[in-house]
């Protein structure tokens, strides 16, 4: 997550009666080991493992999209700290943490789906429209964001080869190398300067660019369709019931 909630936990509030959970991308400061207390998790398989858990309240997101989430914390034997958010504000912390750290045998499931039962496969070719009121990221957006990013790497690259040329500078008594020296650290400080000005105007450009539209604002080639769900859905579903059953005839 980074300077605003996605739109999905965003509705995620008390009074909607649906709630959210997922890894917190970037969570701040490390906790105090101290914070931590082991405890017995249970996993979605059956299996109890030990984890040393904390929990604290988190604000994440910025201005009218902020939300209010509870945030847990694993703490792993090599220090690091793997962080979740969630919006199931009942739930006990140890329920949510076998829930989400479970996550792998979920991509592993999903993975063997693809695989063996073609879960992926595009089984629909009508389109739709989308909900006129449906969120989707600015394509204006985007492109600054994506300019932005661009010119951010390009400054840094520059500004490495200026720090390395001053702490490694030319000799002044040997005058033409020091004069090639001298141009070449004028010409990047005038790279840097510019870049840092289009980055600035880029910057200023995405403040007053909304980062979400809906739908029906979208303009020109812009505008896309989704994939009728329902045939999709339907057998998706058939197929991970015939994994479960397969599944089941294994263990018997």
């Excluded at 300077?3 to 917190?24: K, M, Q, R």
């Excluded at 979605?44 to 999209?65: H, I």
């Excluded at 400054?155 to 001298?182: S, V």
């Excluded at 660019?209 to 339907?234: C, M, N, S």
């Amino acid at each position: 997550m980074k300077d605003t909630v996605p739109p999905f936990l965003s509705a995620c509030g008390e009074n909607t009666g649906i709630s959210c959970i997922t890894y917190h991308k970037f969570p701040g400061g490390a906790w105090p080991e101290e914070w931590f207390d082991e405890q017995e998790v249970t996993m979605p398989q059956g299996e109890t493992l030990t984890m040393r858990l904390a929990e604290m309240g988190s604000l994440v997101g910025s201005g009218k999209d902020a939300v209010w989430m509870r945030e847990v914390r694993k703490l792993t034997d090599s220090g690091h700290q793997t962080s979740l958010i969630s919006t199931a504000y009942a739930l006990p912390h140890i329920q949510l943490a076998a829930q989400m750290f479970s996550r792998w045998c979920q991509e592993n499931f999903f993975g063997y789906m693809m695989r063996h039962f073609a879960i992926d496969l595009l089984a629909e070719y009508g389109v739709d429209d989308l909900p006129t009121d449906e969120k989707v990221i600015n394509p204006t957006w985007r492109d600054l964001t994506k300019q932005k990013h661009s010119l951010v790497s390009k400054l840094r690259y520059r500004q490495a080869r200026f720090a390395e040329m001053t702490i490694h500078p030319k000799a002044a008594e040997d005058t033409k190398r020091y004069r090639n020296w001298i141009r070449k650290k004028a010409d990047l400080l005038e790279q840097i300067q510019h870049l840092e000005h289009e980055i600035g105007e880029r910057k200023a450009k995405l403040k007053k660019t909304p980062h979400y539209i809906t739908w029906d604002a979208l303009e020109g080639t812009e505008a896309f369709q989704q994939l009728v769900p329902g045939r999709k859905r339907l057998l998706d579903t058939v197929k991970m019931i015939a994994y479960r059953a397969e599944t089941a005839m294994l263990l018997c």
